[in-house]
């Protein structure tokens, strides 16, 4: 034993004897991860959350949470002497004359959209390949809340600058709070302590975006990694991979070494973009006023397909005993997008119910052995793509030469049409594509050798793909679909007919498959 | 009389009378070509409106009928003044191309001797808007940037963009960008309303003022990009899709490449 290795035992042994940790660390540090790109996605969310929290303490050392008017006295000369809020001055001071400002500004926005981008693939990777099922329903849940918490944190953190552009987003933000029927105005009156802007809007939702909001995504963000290290990692069917078992490498030294790395190239990818593209030059939008507006005012991608859906809502109002209803905000930005999200999160629980599948799952799905969950999922995308086009028609319309009515009745027309197009199309992808796999099985690959027969035929050879090729493309499970009679053993009507008519048929949708190569099948086509 | 008429066969009576006769014509010459040096503008003018009216019935008589009086496609003319022909005419814009939704910005058709020949005649007709001379210009000594950036805000960003980027109007029709544009056109522009522009009168937005808000757009031309990129200055949805391309696109590569190392 070297002399550093007997320090550092000593001082580890004075550890364990306090904390009795090594036993803790011993079981914890040789923890096995399964190893996929996509299972990468969830790291990109955390990483770039630790570089929105430490980007986002910098700022708050000089950015002042408050509708103060003050005369703008600055460096950047074409706002000097106008009035604005202090709030936005501050923001302008960080731009411009704190050291690094600007970069942190930059980092910590270009983090919050690939934060948003990265939950929105992770989200996507969990549900294509099934990792939502038993034992993790509660995680998906969680994610689901997550994000929804980003879009709201990141909503309020583009308000809080207060130009031009964050201003537009707050007043619609009020619209919609006041197209809540019977309490909307009170709500809002509420929550902008009086009329709009009123002075408390900013000082508010800054304790909510650094405050409430960062806290409760810590807690949540834990309680999401524990369920994942408590319930271990998914992993994609393989030779010798179970349900019982986790293949891949320890956490220590591979996965420390690799998410350490991997911490580093997210954020060296966030500062590349944070130095070479701006993003949001409020110093170009001008202080916020409510009589000032600016062509083409979108919010960020994350919130675009919402208003996009406003957009393309039509004008539809309706004036019952003293109340309006806006139909046109109320349903586009409350009424859809609460039941897209409830619809989201409770997902798992609707497909083990017409599934009836009640076990554990621990092997993942892939996307094509599962086409009507598949389906499902690229039609949800659809959908959201359809609005988010419609969120961005202004911008859209005047680079592709196109009217803004042509893509509003676009996509007025598309978001009824595509999404269930989109879900045909991809049901029947998927099952092509178990129909390849099968062929693949059965007949192995082409090795583009063409051989000529004695009677001049000319056939291509095949060569056999490995066993554990094979392996892999038939060890998935094809359920056979729920099988309800409609009486019970004693001839008496079931209840609930309507509800196990549709639990039916949605199992019946969901266990359609190719099917997969059997033992029986390879014994045959051994005869030939 | 009889004492003329007793020289009127006299040797020297046809050389003088010869050179009375050129003397008269010389002096009535002299006289009446003085009178055209004393107003050379009249004739000049009277010229151009000529050579703009040759220039009209060849080029825009077609559509604004011979008279300028308008017709079926195209309004009438008389009125307009010379700022809205300048404007028109310099941008390209007149003669239109395209008569779907509203005349684009192109190369000039005509030179600018041709153009104020065209204003000229349009001038004539009626009196309109005239064309701001180059002293009235001035924006540089005359204009304040940051008043001209908050008048900007306020009566031109709803449909030319927070930066001058231009932006989309109703059925194809477009705010165009006000990068690049001189600054006589964008005063004309704001005198005589094109196209779906209101007409901002020297009530509504002072000369001063319209010499701010041309030194503010002025400003945001040559305003550097100072956080990188500028995607356009067109707001979040390029912002958007940048994230999405490069930044998730990098990140999703480096994660394909460490779990494909790692086999």
């Known amino acids: ?528 | 009389m009889k004492r003329l008429s007793r020289y009127r066969r006299h040797k020297a009576a046809a050389p003088l009378l010869l050179v009375i006769a050129l003397l008269a014509i010389g002096t009535t010459f002299s006289v009446a070509s003085a009178t055209v040096k004393q107003s050379p503008t009249t004739f000049a003018r009277s010229a151009a409106i000529d050579e703009g009216k040759q220039l009209f019935l060849k080029g825009c008589s077609s559509c604004h009928g011979l008279n300028a009086e308008g017709g079926a496609i195209a309004p009438s003319l008389i009125g307009v003044g010379a700022a809205s022909v300048d404007f028109q005419v310099g941008t390209g814009r007149m003669p239109m191309a395209d008569m779907s939704t509203q005349a684009m910005r192109k190369a000039p058709v005509y030179n600018a001797e041709q153009t104020s020949a065209l204003a000229a005649y349009v001038a004539s007709l009626a009196p309109g808007p005239a064309i701001p001379e180059d002293s009235v210009l001035n924006y540089e000594r005359d204009g304040n940037t940051a008043e001209g950036g908050e008048l900007f805000r306020n009566n031109c960003a709803m449909c030319h963009n927070f930066a001058g980027q231009g932006g989309a109007l109703t059925q194809g029709k477009y705010a165009p960008t006000l990068m690049g544009v001189e600054p006589k056109h964008i005063y004309e522009a704001l005198i005589t309303g094109p196209q779906s522009m209101p007409v901002f009168s020297d009530k509504t937005i002072t000369p001063a003022e319209k010499l701010s808000i041309i030194k503010w757009i002025k400003a945001a031309e040559k305003e550097p990009n100072l956080g990188g990129a500028s995607l356009g200055r067109v707001g979040p949805v390029t912002e958007g899709l940048l994230g999405w391309i490069l930044g998730l696109g990098l990140l999703i590569g480096v994660a394909v490449w460490l779990a494909t190392k790692a086999r």
């Not at chain 1, 849940?141 to 994000?147: A, E």
């Not at chain 1, 598949?374 to 793509?385: D, I, K, N, P, R």
């Not at chain 1, 086009?389 to 049409?417: E, K, L, P, Y």
Request: net charge positive; charged share 15%; glycine share 10%.
């Open chain 1, 1 to 528: 034993m070297t002399k550093a290795e007997k320090t550092l035992g000593s001082v580890a042994n004075y550890v364990d004897e306090r904390t009795g940790a090594a036993a803790w660390m011993k079981k914890n540090l040789t923890k096995v991860f399964p190893d996929h790109w996509s299972f990468m996605l969830g790291e990109v969310c955390l990483y770039s959350f630790v570089i929105l929290l430490l980007s986002g303490t910098f700022l708050t050392f000089w950015f002042d949470p408050s509708q103060r008017e003050v005369t703008y006295e600055g460096t950047y000369a074409p706002l000097q002497g106008l009035k604005m809020s202090a709030a936005y001055a501050s923001t302008l001071h960080i731009s411009f004359e704190v050291r690094g400002g600007l970069l942190m500004r930059q980092i910590h926005h270009w983090a919050a959209i690939i934060f948003m981008a990265a939950i929105v693939g992770h989200l996507l990777r969990v549900f294509f390949t099934g990792a939502f099922r038993k034992p993790r329903e509660f995680n998906w849940i969680l994610g689901v809340g997550l994000l929804t918490l980003g879009i709201v944190e990141g909503f309020l953190g583009y308000s809080l600058p207060d130009d031009l552009l964050s201003g537009t987003g707050i007043r619609i933000a009020e619209a919609i709070i006041q197209a809540l029927p019977v309490v909307g105005s009170y709500l809002a009156f509420f929550a902008f302590g009086g009329a709009f802007p009123g002075e408390s809007f900013i000082p508010r939702i800054f304790t909510v975006h650094v405050l409430l909001l960062p806290g409760a995504f810590l807690a949540l963000i834990t309680i999401h990694l524990m369920l994942v290290w408590y319930q271990k990692h998914t992993q994609f069917p393989g030779p010798g991979r179970t349900e019982k078992n986790v293949v891949g490498y320890p956490l220590m030294p591979t996965y420390m070494a690799k998410a350490g790395g991997f911490f580093f190239i997210v954020f060296g990818v966030i500062a590349f973009l944070s130095a070479v593209a701006s993003i949001n030059p409020i110093w170009l939008y001008g202080p916020y006023t409510p009589g000032q507006i600016s062509a083409g005012s979108q919010p960020d991608w994350y919130m675009g397909w919402l208003d996009g859906l406003v957009r393309m809502a039509p004008p539809l109002e309706t004036h019952a005993f003293g109340h309006t209803i806006s139909w046109n905000i109320l349903i586009p930005g409350l009424i859809v997008p609460g039941i897209l999200f409830t619809g989201m999160a409770l997902y798992p629980f609707i497909e083990s119910w017409f599934t009836g599948d009640k076990r554990e799952h621990h092997l993942l799905d892939r996307p094509r052995n599962a086409p009507n969950r598949t389906a499902l999922g690229v039609m949800s995308l659809t959908f959201m793509m359809v609005s988010l086009i419609n969120g961005g028609n202004d911008i859209i319309a005047t680079h592709f030469s196109m009217t803004i009515n042509q893509i509003m009745w676009g996509t007025r027309i598309g978001i009824f049409v595509l999404p269930p197009l989109a879900f045909i199309i991809t049901k029947r992808l998927c099952l092509s594509l178990q129909r390849a796999d099968r062929d693949l099985v059965l007949h192995g690959t082409e090795t583009g050798r063409l051989l000529r027969l004695a009677h001049g035929e000319f056939v291509e050879v095949h060569a056999p793909i490995s066993a554990e090729k094979a392996w892999t493309l038939t060890s998935h499970e094809q359920l056979p679909a729920l099988e309800l009679s409609e009486t019970d053993s004693r001839g008496v009507r079931r209840p609930g007919g309507i509800k196990n008519k549709l639990r039916l048929r949605l199992s019946k949708a969901h266990a359609v498959a190719v099917p997969k190569v059997s033992a029986d099948d390879l014994k045959e086509i051994e005869h030939h």
